[in-house]
């Protein structure tokens, strides 16, 4: 069946450094594939996306490439803010059921 | 964007009550809703689907006499857990669908049955 497998958290980083946290999928057919954020207190909210393989989703200066041949989305930041620390979730949707299925989670901790 | 409202946040109950947990969608009309679980460390867990006026689809394993589900307008869906036991405790969260797979997600019901 369709999973999502990303690294257990919590990350802890200083402000500035570069984050990344793995996210691997096993899925049938071709998924979506999309990053959640969700900030203390608040519902998830996306962050990021991408639909076909090596599309780049990008925003707030986060990245992720959809790579087909390791089925990998590995979030990326090149300098973190202290803002930026929430929970980070990876999830894929399988076309035209609009149902996600979610990792586990990678709690992101940034110091000043 | 769209904003989903979840209550309550918290919720702490004997063993043998039920109780409802509300997602409302504050400023779009939602045709489909979705409920999750989370136990901690663990994915966030698909449990059913809620089309409005129709009766949810729940997923395999999820006894759908024990999570009552309604969404009986476009921008309100309910969850009740029906005599809740200690193993029900658990994070709820319900998200919408917009469009063009979007979802917006509510905040979350964290239950707590002693």
């Known amino acids: 069946g369709n999973s999502v497998t990303q690294m257990e958290g919590p990350v802890t980083l200083s402000e500035e450094a570069f984050l990344t946290i793995n996210c691997t999928y096993t899925?049938?057919?071709?998924?979506?594939l999309f990053w959640y954020v969700q900030y203390p207190g608040e519902g998830l909210q996306l962050l990021l996306k991408?639909?076909?393989?090596?599309d780049k989703g990008s925003n707030k200066g986060f990245e992720a490439t959809y790579r087909k041949e390791t089925t990998s989305f590995h979030l990326e930041k090149g300098s973190v803010q202290v803002s930026d620390s929430a929970v980070y979730f990876c999830?894929?949707?399988?076309?035209?059921?609009?149902?996600?299925?979610f990792g586990t989670g990678t709690r992101l901790k940034v110091l000043a | 964007g769209a904003v989903v409202s979840q209550h309550p946040s918290r919720v702490i109950c004997k063993s043998g009550t039920s109780v409802k947990i509300e997602c409302r969608s504050l400023d779009f009309q939602a045709t489909t809703m979705f409920w999750y679980r989370q136990f901690p460390k663990q994915s966030l867990m698909l449990m059913a689907t809620s089309n409005e006026g129709s009766k949810a689809t729940y997923e395999q394993g999820v006894e759908k006499d024990k999570f009552l589900i309604n969404h009986a307008s476009l921008t309100l869906s309910t969850l009740t857990v029906t005599s809740a036991h200690p193993e029900d405790s658990s994070f709820y969260i319900c998200?919408?669908?917009?469009?063009?797979?979007?979802?917006?997600f509510g905040s979350g019901t964290q239950l707590s049955v002693l």
């Open positions: 991408a639909t076909k393989a090596d």
């Open positions: 899925a049938t057919g071709y998924p979506s």
């Open positions: 999830a894929l949707s399988t076309s035209g059921t609009y149902k996600y299925i």
């Open positions: 998200s919408a669908r917009v469009q063009d797979e979007k979802l917006f």
